[in-house]
């Protein structure tokens, strides 16, 4: 180990190396030369920060319904993972799943702000409890957190230094101290040689130091040797320094007679990095009332005392209070809607103007302001009136909950699994999520859609195919090629349906707050070994029963609604799934073998439509379609006999559009066919159910461990068992406890009626 002495020095070396790369104390002159090397980086007003933050991380396509859509990085919160000097999200409890189309309304709010030059909304983001309104803001100020630590991400203030010269004169206003630098700025001397520094608290970009005009000049200068096109931001544009900056800036100028360098040469400018435990530019305010901003006279403080007469005579002013803390960042008002109108009035004419009226001056306003509340909360307001007064300020953004099962299992896989200490069985948090975006599903109107067709289509879908439909943008087994068409080219007309409702799809049903207990309770069930979906399924059910929120008593709608109905729909597409993986780790029939079976099918049906022979592959010959073949695949697919033709013209026909659709992509069946795929397994297993049946009682067996019942099994038989088992084990994540409760579930529900076939 080396000698504490030497690592100390040695991280002293590494901080003061760190210290000097990032530029931490500059002159207004240094600060200036920054300016023009990059000056976008440097002119930035709060939106275009937190524009440029989430542009910093970047963007990648996630499939969402069948389709690509756009997701921003920084809300996968990877920097906090990978940075060893954060561990507050070390598991990644707490980064956004789903949500893409919130995070480009979000950006595109943004983007209006640069252009129009200023932050004149107050975003507030509404949705039910529970809908990750907290997490989205939350991952945004982590963001702005680790962004800032980025040379990309730079800020800077400025503090008014007074040195003080060996003949007890504050320099510049009588010191005759030859010691001092002459016309040399005081930025970089030692603290033991400055009095008094004050530090502005709003963090006021340097450059409003300049004279407005000169500023606006050379900005625009820079901006075009640049190519860069967007306007300035006003607060540079035309805004100004705070009213305390101001003072010492006006009596600092009238002592030296208008010389503005000999002002400059009392600035320091010091980076600063946004911080939410020290309340730097990333603030969130409670419900409770609070006063956001106010004023505090320091002139009077003695240790003030050093100051030039010109400066001490004055009445200063410092200001204090949330909107101070989060000037250059971002604001959160959490539950805005909870707090007393009167307590945030005054931001109805703060965000028109880009000020907030203290008794004795103006606040200049720079942070993106975001605010969250429930619907019951904003119900209410709408109903206020004065809320139409508010209206023209604020900037609503829906934030219901997902209606992506996939995306809501996520959820509990990242949150939930890491704290449970038992094995937790495969499928356990897909029954949580399924179940929940079940219960958040609206059903369709035929009469909002234009095309009737769609809307008979849509109209048409129960609530477990509807969540297929948004998981994947898979088409239920009983349409048509043309049908599953026609859905497929309007499922963005069917997520967009209720848009306009009131009671919007994912405004009810399960919180994800409520299933994350249930998913804990279910992890402690006396009755299982592990987190089991039968035990989750179990926890469900009692759920329903207690009767105690208010989307439990929705009336039933064609299948919508039925909640208690739900948990047995999820336990039977659990049962499914278990059965396609407990089939293929017996090994019987290959999964590709389907595919393979299909395949041919199709390329026969192709040289039968055209009227072409086929190359034998073992003979060499050419030959005519195989009639045989093709009837035997047609029997299991149910054609009906005297409608051969047709149904092979229509899987042309189908084949042919989706390549149409798609030039670039290679014909996957198993998404165009999944129903005929699905029939050609079942008529495959049909034959081997009693075989099954018997592989999953001596699994069963061997999972007992019991050696007379195993001895009476015989080896081969035991053989083919543990076969099963490894497969369970090593390809699906199974354990000995939950394939038991898998095992036993397939032979009560799926092959206990086929034991008696010969």
């Given at each position: 180990?080396n000698?504490?002495?030497?690592?100390?020095?040695?991280?002293?070396a590494v901080?003061r190396?760190r210290?000097?790369?990032?530029?931490?104390?500059?002159?207004?002159?240094?600060?200036?030369?920054?300016?023009?090397?990059?000056?976008?980086?440097?002119?930035?007003d709060?939106?275009r920060?937190l524009?440029?933050?989430?542009d910093?991380?970047?963007?990648?396509?996630?499939?969402?319904?069948?389709?690509?859509?756009?997701?921003?990085?920084?809300?996968?919160l990877?920097?906090?993972?990978?940075?060893?000097?954060?561990?507050?999200?070390?598991?990644?409890?707490?980064?956004?799943?789903?949500?893409?189309?919130?995070?480009?309304?979000?950006?595109?709010?943004?983007?209006n702000?640069?252009r129009?030059?200023?932050?004149?909304?107050?975003?507030?983001?509404?949705?039910?409890?529970?809908?990750?309104?907290?997490?989205?803001?939350?991952?945004?100020?982590?963001?702005?957190?680790?962004?800032?630590?980025?040379?990309?991400?730079?800020?800077?203030?400025?503090?008014?230094?007074?040195?003080?010269g060996?003949?007890?004169?504050?320099?510049?206003?009588?010191?005759?101290?030859?010691?001092?630098?002459?016309?040399?700025?005081y930025?970089?001397?030692?603290?033991?040689?400055?009095?008094v520094?004050?530090?502005?608290?709003?963090?006021?970009?340097?450059?409003?130091?300049?004279p407005?005009?000169?500023?606006?000049?050379?900005?625009?200068?820079?901006?075009?040797?640049?190519?860069?096109?967007?306007?300035?931001?006003?607060?540079?544009?035309?805004?100004?320094?705070?009213?305390?900056?101001?003072?010492?800036f006006?009596?600092?100028?009238?002592?030296?007679?208008?010389?503005?360098?000999?002002?400059?040469n009392?600035v320091?400018?010091?980076?600063?990095?946004?911080?939410?435990?020290?309340?730097?530019?990333v603030?969130?305010?409670?419900p409770?009332?609070?006063?956001?901003?106010?004023?505090?006279?320091?002139?009077v403080?003695?240790?003030?005392?050093?100051?030039p007469?010109?400066?001490?005579?004055?009445?200063?002013?410092?200001?204090?209070?949330?909107?101070?803390?989060?000037?250059?960042?971002?604001?959160?008002?959490?539950?805005?809607l909870?707090?007393?109108?009167?307590?945030?009035?005054?931001?109805?004419?703060?965000?028109?103007?880009?000020?907030v009226?203290?008794?004795?001056?103006?606040?200049?306003?720079?942070?993106?302001?975001?605010a969250?509340?429930n619907?019951?909360?904003?119900?209410?307001?709408?109903?206020?009136h004065?809320?139409?007064?508010?209206?023209?300020?604020l900037q609503?953004?829906?934030?219901?909950?997902?209606?992506?099962?996939?995306?809501?299992?996520?959820?509990?896989?990242a949150?939930?699994?890491p704290?449970?200490?038992?094995?937790?069985?495969?499928?356990?948090?897909?029954?949580?999520?399924?179940w929940?975006?079940?219960?958040r599903?609206?059903?369709?109107?035929?009469?909002?859609y234009?095309?009737?067709?769609?809307?008979?289509?849509?109209?048409?879908?129960?609530?477990?195919?509807?969540?297929?439909?948004?998981a994947?943008?898979?088409m239920?087994?009983?349409?048509?090629?043309e049908?599953?068409?026609?859905?497929?080219?309007?499922?963005?007309?069917?997520?967009?349906?209720?848009?306009?409702?009131?009671?919007y799809e994912?405004?009810?049903?399960a919180?994800?707050?409520?299933?994350?207990?249930?998913?804990?309770?279910?992890?402690?069930?006396?009755?299982?070994?592990?987190?089991?979906?039968?035990?989750?399924?179990?926890?469900i059910?009692?759920?329903c029963?207690?009767?105690?929120?208010?989307?439990?008593?929705?009336?039933?709608?064609?299948?919508?609604?039925?909640?208690?109905?739900?948990?047995?729909?999820?336990?039977?597409?659990?049962v499914d799934?278990?059965?396609?993986?407990?089939?293929?780790?017996?090994?019987?029939?290959?999964?590709?073998?389907?595919?393979?079976?299909?395949?041919?099918?199709?390329?026969?049906?192709?040289?039968?439509?055209?009227?072409?022979?086929?190359?034998?592959?073992?003979?060499?010959?050419?030959?005519?379609?195989?009639?045989?073949?093709?009837?035997?695949?047609?029997?299991?697919?149910?054609a009906?006999?005297?409608?051969?033709?047709?149904?092979?013209?229509?899987?042309?026909?189908?084949v042919?559009?989706?390549?149409?659709?798609?030039?670039?992509?290679?014909?996957?069946?198993a998404?165009?066919f999944?129903?005929h795929?699905?029939?050609?397994?079942?008529?495959?297993?049909?034959?081997?159910?009693?075989?099954?049946?018997?592989?999953?009682?001596?699994?069963?067996?061997?999972?007992?461990?019991?050696?007379?019942v195993?001895?009476?099994?015989?080896?081969?038989?035991?053989?083919?068992?543990?076969?099963?088992?490894?497969a369970?084990?090593?390809?699906?994540?199974?354990?000995?406890?939950?394939?038991?409760d898998?095992?036993?579930?397939?032979?009560?529900?799926?092959?206990?009626?086929?034991?008696?076939?010969?």
């Amino acid at each position: 180990m080396n000698d504490p002495r030497t690592r100390l020095t040695e991280i002293g070396a590494v901080v003061r190396d760190r210290f000097e790369s990032q530029k931490r104390v500059l002159s207004f002159d240094e600060y200036l030369a920054l300016v023009g090397q990059q000056p976008w980086r440097y002119t930035r007003d709060a939106a275009r920060y937190l524009r440029d933050c989430l542009d910093h991380f970047g963007t990648y396509d996630v499939m969402s319904a069948g389709r690509s859509v756009r997701r921003w990085r920084l809300f996968d919160l990877e920097f906090t993972r990978a940075d060893a000097d954060r561990v507050e999200n070390r598991n990644g409890h707490d980064f956004l799943v789903g949500q893409e189309r919130l995070q480009a309304d979000f950006y595109r709010i943004l983007g209006n702000f640069v252009r129009e030059g200023q932050v004149n909304r107050l975003v507030l983001l509404h949705g039910p409890n529970g809908s990750a309104k907290s997490t989205f803001v939350g991952c945004l100020m982590r963001a702005l957190e680790h962004y800032s630590n980025e040379d990309a991400g730079a800020l800077y203030r400025f503090s008014w230094i007074f040195p003080r010269g060996k003949d007890g004169k504050t320099v510049g206003f009588g010191s005759r101290d030859d010691s001092l630098p002459v016309g040399e700025s005081y930025a970089h001397l030692p603290d033991e040689r400055i009095d008094v520094k004050l530090t502005s608290e709003l963090r006021e970009n340097p450059l409003l130091l300049l004279p407005v005009f000169e500023r606006v000049r050379l900005l625009r200068e820079l901006y075009a040797s640049s190519d860069i096109e967007s306007p300035l931001p006003r607060s540079l544009s035309r805004g100004d320094l705070g009213f305390k900056n101001k003072q010492i800036f006006e009596a600092l100028l009238t002592a030296y007679r208008g010389d503005l360098a000999k002002v400059l040469n009392h600035v320091r400018v010091e980076r600063f990095y946004h911080s939410r435990r020290y309340r730097v530019g990333v603030v969130t305010i409670g419900p409770e009332m609070a006063v956001d901003a106010q004023e505090r006279q320091i002139s009077v403080d003695r240790s003030l005392g050093a100051l030039p007469a010109s400066l001490s005579a004055l009445s200063l002013y410092e200001t204090v209070g949330e909107l101070v803390d989060a000037s250059g960042g971002m604001l959160e008002y959490s539950d805005l809607l909870k707090r007393p109108l009167d307590a945030w009035r005054y931001l109805l004419l703060s965000i028109e103007t880009g000020e907030v009226s203290l008794t004795h001056s103006q606040l200049p306003l720079n942070s993106v302001l975001v605010a969250t509340s429930n619907e019951l909360h904003l119900k209410a307001f709408r109903e206020h009136h004065e809320y139409r007064s508010f209206r023209g300020r604020l900037q609503p953004v829906r934030v219901p909950y997902l209606v992506d099962f996939r995306r809501e299992q996520g959820i509990y896989d990242a949150q939930i699994i890491p704290q449970v200490r038992v094995h937790v069985a495969p499928h356990s948090t897909y029954v949580a999520a399924l179940w929940a975006v079940l219960t958040r599903l609206r059903r369709p109107q035929r009469e909002h859609y234009e095309r009737d067709a769609l809307g008979e289509l849509a109209a048409s879908l129960t609530p477990m195919e509807k969540a297929h439909l948004y998981a994947d943008g898979t088409m239920p087994e009983r349409l048509t090629p043309e049908e599953a068409k026609e859905l497929r080219a309007g499922i963005e007309e069917v997520r967009a349906e209720t848009d306009t409702w009131p009671n919007y799809e994912g405004l009810s049903g399960a919180s994800p707050r409520e299933i994350r207990t249930l998913l804990l309770d279910a992890a402690q069930h006396p009755g299982y070994a592990c987190l089991s979906p039968l035990a989750v399924l179990d926890h469900i059910a009692q759920f329903c029963e207690s009767g105690d929120f208010d989307f439990l008593k929705e009336k039933v709608e064609d299948g919508y609604h039925d909640h208690r109905g739900f948990v047995e729909r999820v336990r039977e597409r659990w049962v499914d799934l278990l059965d396609e993986e407990f089939r293929t780790s017996t090994g019987l029939v290959e999964e590709t073998q389907y595919h393979e079976l299909f395949d041919r099918y199709v390329m026969q049906v192709s040289y039968w439509t055209k009227g072409e022979r086929i190359e034998n592959r073992v003979t060499g010959k050419f030959e005519e379609a195989d009639p045989k073949f093709l009837e035997s695949v047609e029997d299991m697919l149910d054609a009906a006999r005297d409608g051969r033709e047709t149904f092979r013209q229509n899987l042309i026909s189908a084949v042919a559009g989706h390549a149409i659709d798609n030039p670039d992509t290679k014909v996957d069946y198993a998404k165009i066919f999944p129903r005929h795929l699905a029939k050609l397994r079942e008529a495959s297993y049909q034959k081997l159910r009693r075989e099954l049946a018997n592989i999953g009682r001596d699994v069963l067996d061997v999972l007992s461990e019991d050696a007379a019942v195993i001895t009476r099994m015989g080896a081969p038989r035991e053989a083919k068992a543990r076969e099963t088992l490894a497969a369970l084990f090593d390809r699906y994540g199974y354990a000995a406890p939950s394939a038991k409760d898998a095992v036993g579930q397939l032979l009560e529900t799926r092959y206990a009626d086929r034991e008696g076939e010969a």
